[in-house]
């Protein structure tokens, strides 16, 4: 059954939530304040379902139907006729709350409400929302590349009643993605273990034990990881890394201290990303 799938936050991950929602024959309403972030948005997912046809990931016939099915929308009012609707902006929790807050204001009283962060507990979220919104709230965490990537981990709240566990798990499903589910703590699971990872990997260059060029290849070639830690802190960029573990530091204690020189890089504005120079770059 097709249904309505809202995303707030039209940035590279709120577009490929969209866009794999509706390549699964969902409609989709992609919000942002922007205009120009949705036009943005719309031109890179052209793009990506292109070079998608190049490499084998998706049919010629899916290009037209999947962009057809996602609005562009700046209002936020339309997600009054959504079944499910998921903010994607930015990880800092006044980011979220005034989204949520909105989303509590406009969607239907039966609406699933989802986040995706990738370290604030749930229920922390939850407790902006008013009473009888919490028990259709969930945590819904992708990983970039989402039109990639399939996992996705479902973290129910406190007060996330099971049906919205279940549905949050059949819709992510629906969009060809594996769900598990997950305890709602700082962090949740994958990204405990992957900053473990990467501190000690930050550790190792601190040390002089080996480059980020090396370590990446030690990763990929030693342990069968399809990327390295450093070239994933250069695509996600290091400050969302440090801002991450700073969030679990506080949660867990001196094991997620962001290393000396990871923060020094950050400060210094190697962070990574699109145009800025990282660790390999």
Same mark, same amino acid.
């Given at each position: 059954m097709s249904e309505t799938i809202g995303v707030v936050g039209a940035g590279l991950m709120g577009g490929e939530i969209a866009l794999v929602f509706a390549l699964a024959g969902h409609r989709v309403l992609l919000n942002d304040r922007d205009q120009d972030v949705l036009d943005r948005a719309k031109t890179r997912l052209s793009t *990506? &379902?292109?070079?998608?046809v190049e490499?084998? %990931?998706?049919?010629?016939?899916?290009?037209? $139907?999947?962009l057809e099915?996602?609005?562009?929308?700046?209002?936020?009012?339309?997600?009054?006729?959504a079944d499910m609707v998921t903010e994607a902006v930015f990880e800092a929790q006044?980011?979220?709350?005034?989204?949520?807050?909105r989303l509590g204001q406009v969607c239907r009283h039966d609406c699933v409400i989802a986040s995706n962060t990738s370290t604030i507990p749930i229920s922390s979220l939850?407790? *902006? &929302?008013?009473?009888?919104?919490?028990?259709? %709230?969930?945590?819904?965490?992708?990983?970039? $590349?989402?039109?990639?990537?399939?996992?996705?981990?479902?973290?129910?709240?406190?007060?996330t009643a099971e049906t919205t566990t279940e549905a949050a798990m059949r819709l992510t499903a629906s969009a060809g993605k594996t769900p598990i589910r997950v305890k709602d703590v700082a962090g949740f699971a994958v990204n405990r273990m992957?900053?473990?990872?990467?501190?000690?990997?930050?550790?190792?260059?601190?040390?002089?034990?080996?480059?980020?060029?090396?370590?990446?290849?030690?990763?990929?070639?030693?342990?069968?990881?399809?990327?390295?830690?450093?070239?994933?802190?250069?695509?996600?960029?290091?400050?969302?890394c440090v801002q991450a573990q700073e969030i679990m530091q506080e949660a867990y204690g001196e094991r997620f201290r962001p290393p000396p020189l990871l923060k020094q890089r950050v400060r210094a504005g190697f962070v990574g990303g699109k145009g800025r120079p990282g660790w390999r770059r």
């Amino acid at each position: 059954m097709s249904e309505t799938i809202g995303v707030v936050g039209a940035g590279l991950m709120g577009g490929e939530i969209a866009l794999v929602f509706a390549l699964a024959g969902h409609r989709v309403l992609l919000n942002d304040r922007d205009q120009d972030v949705l036009d943005r948005a719309k031109t890179r997912l052209s793009t *990506l &379902l292109q070079k998608g046809v190049e490499r084998g %990931f998706y049919s010629a016939d899916d290009i037209c $139907p999947a962009l057809e099915r996602i609005s562009f929308v700046t209002d936020i009012a339309t997600f009054a006729e959504a079944d499910m609707v998921t903010e994607a902006v930015f990880e800092a929790q006044e980011v979220k709350a005034a989204v949520l807050e909105r989303l509590g204001q406009v969607c239907r009283h039966d609406c699933v409400i989802a986040s995706n962060t990738s370290t604030i507990p749930i229920s922390s979220l939850a407790a *902006l &929302l008013p009473s009888e919104r919490r028990p259709y %709230f969930i945590g819904t965490h992708y990983f970039s $590349p989402v039109s990639r990537m399939k996992l996705v981990e479902v973290i129910p709240g406190f007060e996330t009643a099971e049906t919205t566990t279940e549905a949050a798990m059949r819709l992510t499903a629906s969009a060809g993605k594996t769900p598990i589910r997950v305890k709602d703590v700082a962090g949740f699971a994958v990204n405990r273990m992957l900053h473990m990872f990467m501190i000690e990997a930050v550790r190792l260059v601190e040390e002089g034990v080996a480059t980020p060029e090396d370590i990446d290849t030690a990763c990929q070639l030693g342990l069968g990881h399809p990327i390295g830690p450093f070239a994933l802190m250069d695509a996600v960029t290091s400050s969302l890394c440090v801002q991450a573990q700073e969030i679990m530091q506080e949660a867990y204690g001196e094991r997620f201290r962001p290393p000396p020189l990871l923060k020094q890089r950050v400060r210094a504005g190697f962070v990574g990303g699109k145009g800025r120079p990282g660790w390999r770059r």
